[in-house]
């Protein structure tokens, strides 16, 4: 059975126009037990398919497995500032493991949060270097043909320098390294599809094949062209190859070669999507940091100090005293629902940044959105409107039956 690894949704900005849910859709029909998601040089679309994968399966009674993948762009050092230096390599995750790591040189090849702001040159961008240090759990391919083993010398196909990367590649990631060749008809594909089932028969490493599809059926080539802007004196995208096969369909694009290899890069698929776990992504916990309050404290005796300091700066000679009694019944009636729903911990990260903000400098506002509506929000100084003065309601912002976590509101 044929398992796409190489596929794109409209999560490639300005490249490919295939919805996930129609992606997702066609597989199913197409009976399928496994495909990848490997947009060019992002994750962003993993968690949509991921649950789009896994609401197609139990509205269908299948179990099509997800590979979170990129197509990633490798460059040999980062001071090379030449968008041409630039080629395809796709990672496909296996386990957990692969799939941070995948996070994480998305992360990288964007710059690493400014450590390295030289990374991203157009694209995002990886070194060998960056891949191997995060290699566990990956499995990598040689992509398309503006993949890592077409160094092109003028018009020349360079079989030194590919052998060369080739044999990096596959001396860091064994058999989990892998040559692909591709659905594409035109001529280039073709020559470029059997120098790589050369290069791979000479370094003994296994080869698939992918579509590298850009939208879902084979009609919509022309719409793909013309979303692009692509001219008819152009060679981009000119054969209408780019869509999800059926393997028959696979069958068909690689008819010039012998079927026994055909059939080993179709069966190749289907044992590089077995080496795959299906990753499970758990939704719903809470993950905040936990606010370390002084030693003999709780998070909720540690706000309680900090609304009675609000309360003496606040309130205490700036409303009339016979107010007292109003503000401190909304304080009681709103700890208790804070701490009922476990927000406490919540609002001491809030208060400690907003207060480290004041601390240098940095503006912040006045209090937007629900927020408003709390009085310990007021008092322990996170946002600066009174709601007892301007009638503002609490439940709003939080009550008791509320489930969602605080990061929603």
């Known amino acids: 059975?044929?398992?796409?690894?190489?596929?794109?949704?409209?999560?490639?900005?300005?490249?490919?126009?295939?919805?996930?849910?129609?992606?997702?859709?066609?597989?199913?029909?197409?009976?399928?037990?496994?495909?990848?998601?490997?947009?060019?040089?992002?994750?962003?679309?993993?968690?949509?398919?991921?649950?789009?994968?896994?609401?197609?399966n139990k509205e269908h009674n299948t179990s099509i497995k997800f590979i979170f993948g990129m197509e990633g762009y490798w460059i040999p050092n980062y001071y090379i500032k030449d968008r041409k230096e630039s080629c395809h390599?796709?990672?496909?995750?296996?386990?957990?493991?692969?799939?941070?790591?995948?996070?994480?040189?998305?992360?990288?090849?964007?710059?690493?949060?400014?450590?390295?702001?030289?990374?991203f040159f157009y694209t995002?961008?990886?070194?060998?270097?960056?891949?191997?240090?995060?290699?566990e759990g990956l499995i990598v391919s040689s992509a398309c043909m503006g993949g890592i083993l077409n160094p092109r010398n003028g018009d020349e196909w360079d079989y030194d320098l590919a052998y060369d990367r080739a044999k990096t590649f596959q001396n860091a990631f064994g058999e989990d390294f892998y040559v692909e060749v591709q659905c594409a008809t035109d001529d280039r594909q073709k020559e470029y599809n059997k120098n790589m089932i050369d290069l791979a028969t000479d370094l003994g490493i296994s080869a698939y094949v992918t579509?590298?599809?850009?939208?879902?059926?084979?009609?919509?080539?022309?719409?793909?062209?013309?979303?692009?802007?692509?001219?008819?004196?152009?060679?981009?995208?000119?054969?209408?190859?780019?869509?999800?096969?059926?393997?028959?369909?696979?069958?068909?694009?690689l008819s010039y070669l012998d079927n026994t290899i055909v059939n080993e890069l179709i069966e190749e698929t289907e044992r590089v999507a077995s080496k795959c776990e299906q990753v499970e992504i758990p939704f719903g916990e809470k993950h905040y940091p936990v606010f370390e309050v002084p030693k003999?404290?709780?998070?909720?005796?540690?706000?309680c100090k900090l609304v009675a300091d609000g309360f003496k700066k606040k309130v205490v000679g700036h409303v009339p005293e016979s107010e007292y009694p109003k503000y401190k019944a909304q304080i009681d009636h709103e700890i208790k629902v804070l701490d009922k729903i476990d927000y406490t911990n919540y609002m001491l990260m809030t208060e400690d940044f907003v207060r480290g903000c004041h601390n240098l400098g940095i503006r912040t506002g006045i209090g937007r959105g629900s927020v408003g509506g709390c009085l310990v929000a007021y008092l322990m100084d996170i946002t600066r409107i009174d709601p007892i003065k301007y009638g503002l309601i609490f439940e709003r912002f939080a009550h008791d039956k509320r489930s969602s976590s605080a990061d929603k509101h």
Do not use: C
Request: net charge negative; no cysteine; proline share 2%.
């Open 211 to 253: 579509e590298d599809s850009h939208y879902v059926n084979k009609d919509e080539a022309d719409t793909h062209r013309k979303w692009l802007g692509i001219g008819e004196d152009s060679d981009y995208y000119q054969t209408d190859d780019y869509y999800i096969h059926s393997e028959q369909q696979v069958r068909n694009s």
């Open 1 to 56: 059975m044929f398992v796409g690894l190489h596929r794109h949704s409209h999560y490639s900005k300005r490249d490919a126009i295939a919805k996930i849910p129609d992606m997702v859709s066609r597989i199913g029909e197409l009976q399928q037990n496994a495909w990848a998601l490997t947009d060019h040089g992002t994750t962003s679309g993993l968690m949509e398919a991921y649950k789009e994968t896994k609401k197609y």
């Open 124 to 135: 995002m961008r990886l070194t060998t270097e960056d891949i191997i240090a995060h290699k």
């Open 89 to 119: 390599i796709i990672l496909l995750a296996k386990n957990e493991t692969g799939y941070h790591n995948l996070l994480r040189l998305a992360t990288i090849g964007y710059g690493d949060k400014g450590n390295k702001p030289d990374n």
């Open 296 to 303: 003999g404290e709780t998070p909720l005796s540690q706000m």
